[in-house]
């Protein structure tokens, strides 16, 4: 009976101790035990056929204690891993790749357990339930697929880098890509591409000709076995470049008086297959910016700039046109010399000047000829006329008189080095006292080992001297009869030596008949033939 007794006593104090110690933790516990708020995201939100998805855990710990000891671990088991501890207050946000099995993706949710230790001593462990929707999807498999070039209108020989990209905009991976082009026989691979992800492919080809580009892609699906997608792309076409940009300048008039003002108008127009941009238009007389920025696409209408210019003295004017091509190419064009002549007052010479190259094409450098001609057109003789070059400033020839409404021809040299043009100024003072000058148009000579080979001919030349009308000096008169006085003489001396030798001719006639009637008498008279010894002795 002790012993029994004894027994009781010990296990009612066991239950004593128990509930004390039970309510003494009771009395420390947090009313809420789950102190986490968890969510859960997955991307993508659907599949086709189990895969890999990307999951987003976020975590936030709202309370006064600590989440000690965290874990967290897939439904299956075969994952778990610690995350350590959330303090009170704090949150954590992470990612994890997750396989989508084919369980999970009839099932429709995607499902994880969090854990962490209990809460002010309770030995008890937190779990958290997480799941997540997964959808499965029906396959619909798609594929972005452009091609850019470099240049659309190209020079002979030139590179054009073409760039496909394939992007997969389908819900499905797509397997086995090929991307082929004719134009350049170029081949592209790609063997899986995932679904949002994207691939370059980059082709350099030469062109000789005119080209055009076919890509064709074909891919297959795995989600839809032994069927085959195939993509082709519009057929593009690279044209060789046709630049043909024209400039036109013009004067309103060819002369006018000093003071006046001139207007220029420059006619640019595009004649090719090919776009121009950054067209900047310049004076290559005067220097100065006319334009800047303009564009003139293909088949479009001329563009027309026009400017004004005062007259102060004979000129010459150019412009140059520089614009970039839709081929990358910059292109440059000068427009033809326009020149503008200013007209005297009344009474005063009028001079102009006109220039050639007596050789266009030498065979190499030198002093080369030519010929320039002055002519006044005007009702007063010039005095004091410098002849000079207007690109070196050298003085060529001082002209003492250049008469009125008379054409003056010189031959002067100048030296050449290399390929270049050449013009001629002719300056004078008018009436006004006023310095003038009468420019020729610009003259080019060339350098090539076929050209002409310059000699010295530096002779006197027949227009040497002043410019001189005929009736105004008697000596060209005396020099007129000079001529005429020895023309006759060799006239007559002609005549008479043409009669002597007709006299000579027939006295030479009558030889040779002479001579041939006497070979025909000898011909016919009587030879006496010598007889025998015999019949003489007979005939005594």
């Known amino acids: 009976m002790r012993r029994i007794a004894a027994v009781m006593l010990f296990v009612l104090a066991l239950f004593g101790a128990g509930g004390f110690a039970a309510a003494e933790g009771a009395a420390t516990l947090p009313p809420v035990r789950r102190i986490l708020n968890i969510s859960l995201s997955v991307k993508p939100a659907e599949l086709v056929v189990p895969g890999d998805v990307t999951l987003t855990f976020t975590i936030a710990n709202a309370s006064e204690y600590d989440a000690e000891n965290l874990y967290i671990a897939s439904s299956d088991g075969l994952h778990i891993e610690p995350l350590g501890q959330i303090d009170a207050g704090e949150s954590k946000m992470f990612n994890r790749q997750h396989t989508v099995s084919a369980a999970e993706l009839d099932e429709g949710l995607i499902k994880y357990t969090l854990s962490h230790d209990g809460i002010a001593g309770d030995r008890e462990t937190v779990n958290y339930a997480v799941e997540c929707p997964i959808e499965k999807a029906i ?54 591409l995932e679904v949002g992800e994207s691939r370059l492919f980059t082709s350099k080809v030469t062109i000789s000709g005119s080209a055009v580009s076919k890509p064709r892609l074909s891919y297959t699906v795995p989600a839809e076995p032994g069927k085959e997608y195939v993509r082709a792309l519009d057929d593009a076409k690279i044209l060789l470049a046709s630049e043909q940009l024209d400039a036109t300048l013009e004067l309103d008039r060819e002369a006018a008086r000093y003071g006046e003002t001139v207007v220029a108008t420059l006619t640019i127009a595009n004649f090719g297959n090919v776009d121009f941009y950054d067209i900047r238009v310049t004076d290559e007389a005067f220097g100065g910016l006319i334009a800047d920025g303009v564009e003139i696409v ?34 440059e064009t000068l427009t033809e010399p326009v020149p503008l002549r200013v007209l005297p007052e009344s009474g005063e010479a009028e001079i102009s000047v006109y220039a050639k190259a007596a050789y266009p094409v030498i065979a190499r450098g030198g002093d080369a000829p030519f010929d320039v001609y002055v002519v006044n057109a005007g009702d007063r003789d010039l005095e004091n006329a410098k002849l000079t070059e207007s690109s070196t400033g ?69 227009y040497s001297g002043e410019s001189t009308k005929l009736g105004e000096n008697p000596m060209f008169l005396f020099m007129l009869a000079g001529a005429g006085a020895v023309l006759l003489a060799l006239t007559v001396a002609l005549l008479l030596s043409s009669r002597r030798a007709r006299r000579a001719r027939k006295e030479k006639i009558l030889l040779k008949r002479r001579l041939r009637q006497e070979e025909l008498g000898k011909t016919n008279r009587f030879t006496p033939v010598k007889r025998p010894e015999r019949k003489r002795k007979e005939n005594p």
């Open 298 to 331: 293909n088949g479009a209408k001329p563009l027309v700039i026009r400017r004004e210019y005062p007259v102060r003295q004979d000129a010459e004017f150019q412009f140059r046109v520089r614009a970039l091509s839709q081929s990358g190419a910059v292109v």
């Open 139 to 192: 396959a619909q498999p798609g594929v972005e697929f452009t091609r850019q070039f470099t240049g659309t209108f190209v020079r002979m020989g030139d590179v054009v880098t073409i760039t496909y990209r394939v992007r997969n905009t389908g819900n499905v991976q797509l397997a086995g890509l090929r991307l082929s082009d004719a134009l350049g026989d170029f081949t592209g691979r790609v063997e899986l």
């Open 394 to 462: 050298a003085s060529l020839w001082d002209f003492a008189v250049l008469a009125s409404r008379t054409t003056t021809h010189r031959r002067v040299y100048v030296p050449v080095t290399e390929d270049a043009t050449f013009a001629f100024e002719v300056s004078y003072r008018g009436q006004d006292g006023a310095r003038r000058a009468a420019l020729s148009p610009s003259v080019a000579i060339s350098i090539a080992r076929d050209g002409h080979k310059l000699t010295d001919d530096r002779a006197d030349s027949p």
